[in-house]
């Protein structure tokens, strides 16, 4: 049930014994429609410990170098209401507790941002290295503002080949080192694993081989610019990161956005869900030899694609949502091609569902294998189809629904097994939703502009977007200066926390399950790998 921010975060400040008169007629300061509570270092412990109790959701976090001190920011949730928690720290002595002890999804993020500005996590339980493999020095900090743009290496990074990964000692234990450089078209990323037999005791994911400085190199951006690199931060979510950094920066100034647009954005936002999810189903019964199924959805997938190529101008439909609304309209004649798309693709979907839910070959590979517990979810804030597959419903187009999805009734699927046979559920009943929700956004499509021009603030803004992309909830802040500019843009996509659970659902499975347990998750490197 929805609460008000007062409502939800009342407690937790009144536990903080922070001296704020929560009267009727007050409110904390805000960006957008999210309250801002500004702690002291010395209460961000207490904060963590209280809001785990209360059963926060950590959401994410960032930092910004402020120039002469450094600002830390960590989203949590409660309630369907956002609340943003805020510190300033001295950078000459940059540390502050750690939230990683009360919020396991918080250890990649406060490692990242560790490598990122030096912030030291006190009581953090794994002070590695996350982001710096070698390209920089331990006493460099790239998102400082006196790190510059070029590279400070002048030779070649050498090869990362001394990360201490965690070993299992024991008779019998042997580990097996899997990439970064796979077979296929796969971005790099490690897999260490330590089994015994075929039995997987644990599985130590290693990103970061392809940090491409997003983050550095937003930095002095205009705000047009800022939306194509945005586009480009996970490939296969470009819309939904594009339109999660417009928000951000639309939300700074208040800018209104006409509505054909939003239901633009939308149908866009859609297809690449649907897009998505057919190859990732595609890919798990590739992985179990089930080769039917796998051309049948490919060539759907194939199909979807080439009409986003004739109408939206881009296969996966690149650089069509900007500040203020979208690049492309929609004709009469696009309409009907869409309709008729949806139409077809219900056909084939409504007999590849009842030939996939009586194959006892597919469901004795997937069926009870990678079980990720609803326990599990909830300590990594694992959302989207991982976290509906073991019974969290969260969606924000449902619980936290922006416009235009405001306006309908979104059905969210849930199931509560957790194994891959739930997540390849859960992505097959959402192409239907997505099917049908197209249908009812083309059906009542409003007239008008699709593109409101963006109005320089010529003053600090900030802002906070919040999309739910085919993986899940995408949050992205950006900080415009004076000048316009970008100070500051941290897109943090879902797969920061969809990695780590795939290191826990993996164990006690068998390593040739590990595929199928990886593509049924499909975390984005990129994503993370900023």
Same mark, same amino acid.
């Given at each position: $049930?929805?609460?008000?921010?007062?409502?939800?975060?009342?407690?937790?400040?009144?536990?903080?014994?922070?001296?704020?008169?929560?009267?009727?007629?007050?409110?904390?300061?805000?960006?957008?429609? $999210?309250?801002?509570?500004?702690?002291?270092?010395?209460?961000?412990?207490?904060?963590?410990?209280?809001?785990?109790?209360?059963?926060?959701?950590?959401?994410?976090?960032?930092?910004?170098?402020?120039?002469?001190?450094?600002? !830390?920011?960590?989203?949590?949730?409660?309630?369907?209401?956002?609340?943003?928690?805020?510190? !300033?720290?001295?950078?000459?002595?940059?540390?502050?507790?750690?939230?990683?002890?009360?919020?396991?999804?918080?250890?990649?993020?406060?490692?990242?941002?560790?490598? $990122?500005?030096?912030?030291?996590?006190?009581?953090?339980?794994?002070? @590695?290295?996350?982001?710096?493999?070698?390209?920089?020095?331990?006493?460099?900090?790239?998102?400082?503002?006196?790190?510059?743009?070029?590279? *400070?290496?002048?030779?070649?990074?050498?090869?990362?080949?001394?990360?201490?990964?965690?070993?299992?000692?024991?008779?019998?234990?042997?580990?097996?080192?899997?990439?970064?450089?796979?077979? #296929?078209?796969?971005?790099?990323?490690?897999?260490?694993?330590?089994?015994?037999?075929?039995?997987?005791?644990?599985?130590?994911?290693?990103?970061?081989?392809?940090?491409?400085?997003?983050?550095?190199?937003?930095?002095?951006?205009?705000?047009?610019?800022?939306?194509?690199?945005?586009?480009?931060?996970?490939?296969?979510?470009?819309?939904?990161?594009?339109?999660?950094?417009?928000?951000?920066?639309?939300?700074?100034?208040?800018?209104?956005?006409?509505?054909?647009? *939003?239901?633009?954005?939308?149908?866009?936002?859609?297809?690449?869900?649907?897009?998505?999810?057919?190859?990732?189903?595609?890919?798990?019964?590739?992985?179990?030899?089930?080769?039917?199924?796998?051309?049948?959805?490919?060539?759907?997938?194939?199909?979807?694609?080439?009409?986003?190529?004739?109408?939206?101008?881009?296969?996966?439909?690149?650089?069509?949502?900007?500040?203020?609304?979208?690049?492309?309209?929609?004709?009469?004649?696009?309409?009907?091609?869409?309709?008729?798309?949806?139409?077809?693709?219900?056909?084939?979907?409504?007999?590849?569902?009842?030939?996939?839910?009586?194959?006892?070959?597919?469901?004795?590979?997937?069926?009870?294998? #990678?079980?990720?517990?609803?326990?599990?979810?909830?300590?990594?804030?694992?959302?989207?189809?991982?976290?509906?597959?073991?019974?969290?419903?969260?969606?924000?187009?449902?619980?936290?629904?922006?416009?235009?999805?405001?306006?309908?009734?979104?059905?969210?699927?849930?199931?509560?097994?957790?194994?891959?046979?739930?997540?390849?559920?859960? @992505?097959?009943?959402?192409?239907?939703?997505?099917?049908?929700?197209?249908?009812? *956004?083309?059906?009542?499509?409003?007239?008008?502009?699709?593109?409101?021009?963006?109005?320089?603030?010529?003053?600090?803004?900030?802002?906070?977007?919040?999309?739910?992309?085919?993986?899940?909830?995408?949050?992205?802040?950006?900080?415009?200066?004076?000048?316009?500019?970008?100070? @500051?843009?941290?897109? @943090?996509?879902?797969?920061?926390?969809?990695?780590?659970?795939?290191?826990?659902?993996?164990?006690?499975?068998?390593?040739?399950?590990?595929?199928?347990?990886?593509?049924?998750?499909?975390?984005?490197?990129?994503?993370?790998?900023?």
């Amino acid at each position: $049930m929805y609460m008000s921010n007062k409502e939800a975060h009342k407690q937790l400040i009144q536990l903080l014994d922070i001296k704020i008169k929560l009267s009727s007629g007050y409110s904390l300061p805000k960006i957008g429609k $999210m309250p801002i509570l500004s702690l002291s270092p010395n209460n961000w412990q207490k904060a963590a410990s209280i809001a785990a109790k209360l059963n926060y959701r950590f959401v994410s976090m960032w930092a910004q170098d402020l120039n002469n001190i450094f600002e !830390l920011n960590i989203v949590l949730e409660l309630h369907n209401s956002y609340l943003l928690l805020r510190a !300033l720290i001295d950078n000459n002595a940059p540390t502050i507790a750690s939230f990683t002890p009360y919020f396991l999804a918080a250890n990649l993020l406060e490692r990242h941002t560790h490598d $990122m500005f030096g912030i030291n996590f006190s009581n953090h339980p794994d002070n @590695r290295r996350w982001t710096r493999h070698l390209a920089w020095g331990a006493d460099q900090f790239p998102l400082r503002k006196n790190f510059p743009v070029e590279s *400070l290496m002048t030779t070649p990074t050498p090869p990362d080949s001394n990360y201490p990964f965690t070993q299992i000692i024991g008779s019998g234990v042997c580990e097996v080192p899997v990439g970064p450089v796979h077979a #296929g078209i796969i971005e790099p990323g490690h897999f260490r694993f330590q089994i015994t037999g075929e039995d997987i005791l644990k599985l130590e994911i290693r990103l970061g081989y392809t940090h491409k400085g997003i983050e550095k190199i937003a930095e002095g951006r205009e705000v047009n610019s800022l939306i194509k690199l945005a586009g480009r931060v996970s490939g296969d979510s470009t819309a939904a990161h594009a339109w999660a950094a417009c928000a951000a920066l639309e939300n700074a100034i208040n800018l209104e956005i006409p509505n054909r647009a *939003l239901y633009i954005r939308a149908i866009i936002c859609e297809r690449e869900r649907i897009a998505n999810h057919l190859g990732d189903f595609a890919s798990v019964c590739n992985d179990v030899a089930y080769t039917f199924a796998y051309y049948q959805l490919m060539r759907l997938k194939e199909l979807w694609l080439r009409i986003n190529a004739q109408i939206f101008g881009h296969r996966f439909m690149m650089d069509c949502i900007i500040p203020g609304g979208v690049t492309t309209d929609l004709n009469s004649e696009n309409c009907q091609a869409l309709h008729k798309q949806i139409s077809d693709f219900k056909l084939e979907l409504d007999e590849l569902i009842v030939i996939f839910e009586a194959h006892f070959g597919l469901h004795n590979r997937i069926k009870t294998t #990678g079980i990720l517990t609803a326990e599990q979810a909830a300590s990594l804030g694992v959302l989207g189809y991982v976290g509906r597959a073991s019974g969290h419903k969260f969606d924000l187009r449902h619980d936290v629904a922006y416009p235009p999805y405001d306006k309908f009734k979104i059905h969210v699927p849930v199931f509560n097994t957790g194994d891959v046979l739930a997540r390849l559920r859960v @992505r097959f009943q959402e192409i239907l939703v997505a099917l049908d929700l197209i249908d009812q *956004l083309l059906n009542t499509l409003p007239s008008g502009a699709i593109h409101t021009p963006w109005v320089a603030p010529n003053k600090v803004v900030e802002g906070i977007g919040l999309i739910e992309g085919w993986r899940g909830e995408i949050i992205t802040f950006v900080r415009l200066g004076d000048d316009n500019l970008v100070e @500051r843009y941290f897109p @943090r996509d879902p797969s920061w926390f969809s990695w780590q659970a795939l290191e826990q659902l993996i164990q006690n499975n068998i390593v040739p399950e590990f595929p199928v347990c990886n593509k049924s998750i499909n975390g984005s490197y990129s994503g993370v790998d900023l």
